[in-house]
């Protein structure tokens, strides 16, 4: 067989039959093979050329607030917001971030052998890897293709770096390279880093910090300043300093300046309630009429507004952490507009265990308390109340199955007779079980769905007369949407969290006439008709008119504050997530330092009026304050005596027990000392009244009242009123002492 011959320079040559092969013949054949396979995995290595690609990777939306600037809220992917073209970035800033990462980055293609080879030879002096001698392209490379950090990796980097070279410019590269580079806490870009260390933007750094953020990239966590490596920050900035100055690049001045300025670190404010607003975007955008929606939306919120309003509640939580208080939310909203400006949920590090710290407060329903009370005399007020219409705040007493719920005011004080004004300005319960019995309960739910509490889903008669005290639950942002409306004359208004020049402004029902509207209004900012429970020097009354409501949910779970001006309309909530109660918290003390001072920093450049005040309105005399002095109030136009019965006066009946009412005896206290309350309503104090226990009468008195000694067993109740129009029997009502 004659084997394959081939010609070099007109010289013939055979190869030798591979039985007469040596040593050195099959060494450089498995040589041959063995640089053939590893061109073949080393090829297989590489990365495809769609991954070798600068532009930015924005997986989500771009969220703007309202002045253009970003919304970043994660900073755990690519930087696509804070992106900063090469010809922004500060000169000294570049020229540091060369020196300090790749000095020969103009010069190289990709791989600078010259840093590799000076990289192995302190290596090899020093027993270890002192620095890896990557160039800025290898790390572009490392940061579009994750490898392993291993040797074999590091090969493969060379290759594609070579490949990224060639087609892209040193200018984009570098320029990827400024705006991705890892920080610590997963910032990324210088932008973002200067925001994360000193709050400010790039142009504003002094030549330190500039410096800083070319150092922190070789050990983003181990020169973290605000992880305790501040002091080893320090000196490798001044040699890069040093350096700089050695090749030119600092003047002498520059570097004394900069040798000179200490390291001024200030956190940017956490703005942690992104995330959940985010979520609100994409429905509005999602029901949005629009077929696509745009990468970068411009939003309503107001960033300076939500870093105050942040610190604001994280402050006040922190003050009030000793009384078991550690959840809160804030919603402030543009009144003639609808737009949110800002939307907080209080902050919580990653270290923090505060239950329910990921949650978002604002649309999380929770018993509102007092702060639904408002739409109920709005309501009373359309169905034929005026606020000086006279109620009675007595103890009451209701039926819930076999046992007798008593209601109280906040003070567990009772006024007697009070103006509706008077009841609706300290927030008191029994006038507002009145309230709701003289509207209806499904009526007055009817009107809550239509200003959009969705999250009221039972019936009215699941929710009884509870409801005018707040035993349903509402969100924040439900209760805001219903003053909003409150705050423009009754008319419901959608809330807006997208800017669109274009749309026009939704008008919804009218909920409330103006009359009644405006009314609640101005009675939630006279500050006098809150005297009796508030005081006169109260937390709620503000320099300029404002209209505030609070309220606090059983065992003090939920502490409210809604306020409107003539511009904004805001709401608070404090409480804590996992259902635990606080220690004694209220709308007052809790959320109504916070809300006092948004309306100040809201108000600071004085561009205020007074709340809007219907024309059927106007100013009558009044003399129901404390301390018995007369002003004019507001009051419908039209003329209504102050003396109308609140509705039809019933005829006697027994009010104490109720039917079927359960009672415990409690053997631990003396017998003479456990008395029960007989009571009969719609009877005078001059009436005559016999009450029969079985059928046997055991006392006779002037009134409806009697303290009846509580005895085990079953028994039924029979009263006999007399009266003007001849004795009446009542009864019998049967009940049991266990």
Same mark, same amino acid.
């Given at each position: 067989?004659?084997?394959?011959?081939?010609?070099?320079?007109?010289?013939?040559?055979? &190869?030798?039959?591979?039985?007469?092969?040596?040593?050195?013949?099959?060494?450089?054949?498995? =040589?041959?093979? =063995?640089?053939?396979?590893?061109?073949?995995?080393?090829?297989?290595?590489?990365?495809?050329?769609?991954?070798?690609?600068?532009?930015?990777?924005?997986?989500?939306?771009?969220?703007?607030?309202?002045?253009?600037?970003?919304?970043?809220?994660?900073?755990?992917?690519?930087?696509?917001?804070?992106?900063?073209?090469?010809?922004?970035?500060?000169?000294?800033?570049?020229?540091?971030?060369?020196?300090?990462?790749?000095?020969?980055?103009?010069?190289?293609?990709? *791989?600078?052998?010259?840093?590799?080879?000076?990289?192995?030879?302190?290596?090899?002096?020093?027993?270890?890897? *002192?620095?890896?001698?990557?160039?800025?392209?290898?790390?572009?490379?490392?940061?579009?293709?994750?490898?392993?950090?291993?040797?074999?990796?590091?090969?493969?980097?060379?290759?594609?770096?070579?490949?990224?070279?060639?087609?892209?410019?040193?200018?984009?590269?570098?320029?990827?390279?400024?705006?991705?580079?890892?920080?610590?806490?997963?910032?990324?870009?210088?932008?973002?880093?200067?925001?994360?260390?000193?709050?400010?933007?790039?142009?504003?750094?002094?030549?330190?910090?500039?410096?800083?953020?070319?150092?922190?990239?070789?050990?983003?966590?181990?020169?973290?300043?605000?992880?305790?490596?501040?002091?080893?920050?320090?000196?490798?900035?001044?040699?890069?300093?040093?350096?700089?100055?050695?090749?030119?690049?600092?003047?002498?001045?520059?570097?004394?300046?900069?040798?000179?300025?200490?390291?001024?670190?200030?956190?940017?404010?956490?703005?942690?309630?992104?995330?959940?607003?985010?979520?609100?975007?994409?429905?509005?955008?999602?029901?949005?009429?629009?077929?696509?929606? &745009?990468?970068?939306?411009?939003?309503?919120?107001?960033?300076?507004?939500?870093?105050?309003?942040?610190?604001?509640?994280?402050?006040?939580?922190?003050?009030?952490?000793?009384?078991?208080?550690?959840?809160?939310?804030?919603?402030?909203?543009?009144?003639?507009?609808?737009?949110?400006?800002?939307?907080?949920?209080?902050?919580?590090?990653?270290?923090?265990?505060?239950?329910?710290?990921?949650?978002?407060?604002?649309?999380?329903?929770?018993?509102?308390?007092? @702060?639904?009370?408002?739409?109920?005399?709005?309501?009373?007020?359309?169905?034929?109340?005026?606020?000086?219409?006279?109620?009675?705040?007595?103890?009451?007493?209701?039926?819930?199955?076999?046992?007798?719920?008593?209601?109280?005011?906040?003070?567990?004080?009772?006024?007697?007779?009070?103006?509706?004004?008077?009841?609706?300005?300290?927030?008191?319960?029994? &006038?507002?079980?009145?309230?709701?019995?003289?509207?209806?309960?499904?009526?007055?739910?009817?009107?809550?769905?239509?200003?959009?509490?969705?999250?009221?889903?039972?019936?009215?008669?699941?929710?009884?007369?509870?409801?005018?005290?707040?035993?349903?639950?509402?969100?924040?942002?439900?209760?805001?949407?219903?003053?909003?409306?409150?705050?423009?004359?009754?008319?419901?208004?959608?809330?807006?969290?997208?800017?669109?020049?274009?749309?026009?402004?939704?008008?919804?029902?009218?909920?409330?006439?103006?009359?009644?509207?405006?009314?609640?209004?101005?009675?939630?900012?006279?500050?006098? @008709?809150? *005297?009796?429970?508030?005081?006169?020097?109260?937390?709620?009354?503000?320099?300029?008119?404002?209209?505030?409501?609070?309220?606090?949910?059983?065992?003090?779970?939920?502490?409210?504050?809604?306020?409107?001006?003539?511009?904004?309309?805001?709401?608070?909530?404090?409480?804590?997530?996992?259902?635990?109660?606080?220690?004694?918290?209220?709308?007052?003390?809790?959320?109504?330092?916070?809300?006092?001072?948004?309306?100040?920093?809201?108000?600071?450049?004085?561009?205020?009026?007074?709340?809007?005040?219907?024309?059927?309105?106007?100013?009558?005399?009044? =003399?129901?304050?404390?301390?018995?002095? =007369?002003?004019? *109030?507001?009051?419908?136009?039209?003329?209504?005596?102050?003396?109308?019965?609140?509705?039809?006066?019933?005829?006697?009946?027994?009010?104490?027990?109720?039917?079927?009412?359960?009672?415990?005896?409690?053997?631990?206290?003396?017998?003479?000392?456990?008395?029960?309350?007989?009571?009969?309503?719609?009877?005078?104090?001059?009436?005559?009244?016999?009450?029969?226990?079985?059928?046997?009468?055991?006392?006779?008195?002037?009134?409806?009242?009697?303290?009846?000694?509580?005895?085990?067993?079953?028994?039924?109740?029979?009263?006999?009123?007399?009266?003007?129009?001849?004795?009446?029997?009542?009864? &019998?009502?049967?009940?049991?002492?266990?």
């Amino acid at each position: 067989m004659n084997w394959l011959r081939w010609s070099i320079d007109r010289l013939d040559w055979t &190869p030798p039959a591979p039985r007469l092969w040596r040593w050195r013949h099959w060494a450089a054949l498995a =040589c041959l093979v =063995c640089a053939s396979g590893f061109a073949v995995v080393t090829w297989a290595g590489l990365a495809p050329d769609a991954e070798l690609n600068l532009k930015p990777r924005a997986a989500a939306r771009i969220l703007l607030d309202r002045q253009g600037r970003p919304l970043a809220e994660d900073f755990s992917g690519w930087n696509v917001q804070s992106l900063v073209p090469l010809y922004s970035v500060p000169s000294v800033l570049r020229q540091a971030v060369l020196t300090a990462e790749d000095r020969r980055f103009y010069a190289h293609r990709g *791989v600078d052998w010259i840093a590799r080879a000076h990289a192995l030879w302190q290596g090899l002096r020093a027993g270890r890897n *002192v620095r890896g001698a990557s160039t800025i392209t290898e790390q572009v490379v490392r940061m579009l293709v994750p490898r392993p950090r291993t040797l074999w990796s590091k090969w493969l980097e060379g290759f594609d770096a070579r490949r990224l070279e060639a087609r892209a410019t040193k200018s984009d590269i570098l320029e990827f390279y400024l705006n991705q580079v890892p920080y610590a806490a997963n910032r990324r870009g210088i932008a973002e880093a200067a925001r994360y260390y000193f709050n400010r933007d790039l142009d504003t750094l002094d030549g330190r910090e500039m410096l800083t953020l070319a150092v922190l990239p070789r050990a983003p966590s181990g020169l973290d300043p605000y992880r305790g490596g501040a002091k080893i920050l320090d000196r490798r900035t001044l040699r890069l300093a040093t350096g700089m100055r050695r090749a030119g690049f600092l003047t002498g001045d520059d570097w004394q300046r900069i040798v000179e300025t200490p390291l001024d670190l200030s956190r940017a404010p956490r703005r942690t309630a992104i995330g959940h607003f985010r979520s609100y975007v994409e429905r509005q955008l999602a029901a949005s009429p629009r077929r696509a929606a &745009p990468r970068r939306v411009v939003t309503t919120l107001d960033s300076g507004l939500m870093d105050f309003t942040q610190s604001l509640l994280d402050e006040r939580l922190a003050a009030l952490a000793g009384r078991r208080v550690h959840n809160g939310a804030v919603l402030v909203v543009d009144r003639r507009s609808g737009e949110i400006l800002s939307w907080v949920v209080a902050g919580a590090d990653a270290a923090d265990t505060t239950p329910g710290r990921y949650l978002d407060a604002v649309l999380i329903p929770r018993q509102p308390g007092s @702060a639904l009370k408002p739409f109920l005399y709005a309501a009373a007020f359309d169905a034929g109340w005026s606020p000086g219409i006279r109620v009675e705040d007595a103890p009451l007493s209701e039926a819930v199955g076999t046992g007798l719920h008593q209601f109280n005011n906040y003070s567990h004080q009772f006024y007697g007779e009070v103006t509706v004004r008077q009841a609706l300005g300290n927030s008191l319960n029994i &006038p507002a079980v009145h309230a709701v019995n003289f509207v209806g309960p499904e009526r007055y739910l009817s009107l809550l769905h239509e200003l959009g509490f969705g999250s009221l889903k039972k019936s009215a008669g699941f929710y009884g007369d509870g409801l005018a005290l707040g035993n349903g639950e509402v969100s924040l942002l439900e209760l805001v949407r219903g003053f909003t409306a409150l705050a423009n004359e009754g008319r419901a208004m959608p809330l807006r969290a997208v800017v669109d020049p274009q749309a026009r402004l939704p008008l919804g029902a009218q909920v409330f006439s103006p009359d009644a509207a405006t009314m609640i209004g101005n009675i939630l900012s006279d500050p006098w @008709a809150r *005297v009796m429970e508030f005081g006169r020097y109260s937390t709620l009354n503000l320099p300029v008119q404002t209209a505030v409501k609070t309220g606090t949910s059983t065992d003090y779970r939920d502490a409210w504050a809604v306020g409107y001006d003539s511009r904004y309309v805001i709401g608070i909530w404090m409480g804590n997530l996992d259902q635990s109660p606080t220690d004694g918290i209220t709308g007052s003390t809790g959320p109504g330092l916070v809300l006092r001072g948004l309306f100040a920093y809201l108000n600071r450049d004085m561009n205020t009026g007074r709340l809007p005040l219907s024309a059927g309105l106007l100013l009558k005399n009044n =003399c129901d304050f404390v301390d018995g002095a =007369c002003a004019q *109030v507001y009051d419908y136009r039209t003329s209504i005596s102050y003396e109308r019965p609140v509705a039809d006066v019933p005829g006697p009946f027994i009010q104490n027990p109720t039917p079927n009412l359960r009672l415990a005896y409690d053997p631990r206290l003396p017998a003479d000392r456990q008395r029960f309350r007989f009571a009969l309503g719609s009877v005078g104090k001059d009436d005559r009244v016999k009450w029969l226990v079985n059928g046997e009468q055991i006392a006779e008195t002037n009134g409806g009242e009697l303290m009846w000694p509580v005895r085990r067993g079953a028994y039924a109740l029979t009263a006999l009123v007399e009266t003007a129009d001849g004795e009446r029997t009542l009864g &019998p009502v049967a009940f049991s002492v266990r």
